[in-house]
T-cell receptor, first 116, second 109 residues
Framework: GAVVSQHPSRVICKSGTSVKIECRSLDFQATTMFWYRQFPKQSLMLMATSNEGSKATYEQGVEKDKFLINHASLTLSTLTVTSAHPEDSSFYIC????????????FGDGTRLSIL | QKEVEQNSGPLSVPEGAIASLNCTYSDRGSQSFFWYRQYSGKSPELIMFIYSNGDKEDGRFTAQLNKASQYVSLLIRDSQPSDSATYLCAVGVNEKLTFGTGTRLTIIP
């Protein structure tokens, strides 16, 4: 149980392109989904918290107009990196949680984004 | 001061021995504690979670929590080469997780 699917797994595109990443909870309803970014040899950094039907809450320093998050249903959240630049190249990972804040987060497989 | 601290390692342990991974945290309001395993190039995988002081065992894994000392640990018994990975400690505060930088564990056959 607690399977989270994330697509695509890898994206390589030109600077200025917008990239959309999907995160789905396959066997449970996720009251909250999270988006993280991980640079090489560093830990996960939370970008934003997303609750179904409401606006995402972004962490300090994360541009909400650049990283658009939509949480349309209890099983789907999307992250769109708008007008991506080489410095946006990173490993983006979503997670989903069922229930209250103390419940574990379950992670998708991640998306490796490379902007040329 | 980092919010969640782990020894970055690498920690090398012979196959069959016990691996001990440690984590300290700064926020006394922390309510939930998690250990994730991350293989190179992959996303984190949940290993254990613990909420109360004491020990929690699941198969070869034991999580230990001491809230007074703000310390959480993970013991891996009968270590296998497949346990070689980076282990991330994550602490839950105010609905969010804060991750440590991870400890790289290598099991030597």
């Amino acid at each position: 149980g607690a399977v989270v699917s994330q697509h695509p797994s890898r994206v390589i595109c030109k600077s200025g392109t917008s990239v959309k990443i999907e995160c789905r909870s396959l066997d449970f309803q996720a009251t909250t989904m999270f988006w993280y970014r991980q640079f090489p040899k560093q830990s996960l950094m939370l970008m934003a918290t997303s609750n179904e039907g409401s606006k995402a809450t972004y962490e300090q320093g994360v541009e909400k107009d650049k990283f658009l998050i939509n949480h349309a249903s209890l099983t789907l959240s999307t992250l769109t990196v708008t007008s991506a630049h080489p410095e946006d190249s990173s490993f983006y990972i979503c997670s989903a949680r069922q229930g209250s804040g103390n419940q574990p987060q379950h992670f998708g497989d991640g998306t490796r984004l490379s902007i040329l | 001061q980092k919010e969640v601290e782990q020894n970055s390692g690498p920690l090398s342990v012979p196959e069959g021995a016990i691996a001990s991974l440690n984590c300290t945290y700064s926020d006394r309001g922390s309510q939930s504690f998690f250990w994730y395993r991350q293989y190179s190039g992959k996303s984190p995988e949940l290993i254990m979670f613990i909420y109360s002081n004491g020990d929690k065992e699941d198969g070869r894994f034991t999580a230990q929590l001491n809230k007074a000392s703000q310390y959480v640990s993970l013991l891996i018994r009968d270590s296998q080469p497949s346990d070689s990975a980076t282990y991330l400690c994550a602490v839950g505060v105010n609905e969010k997780l804060t991750f440590g930088t991870g400890t790289r564990l290598t099991i030597i056959p």
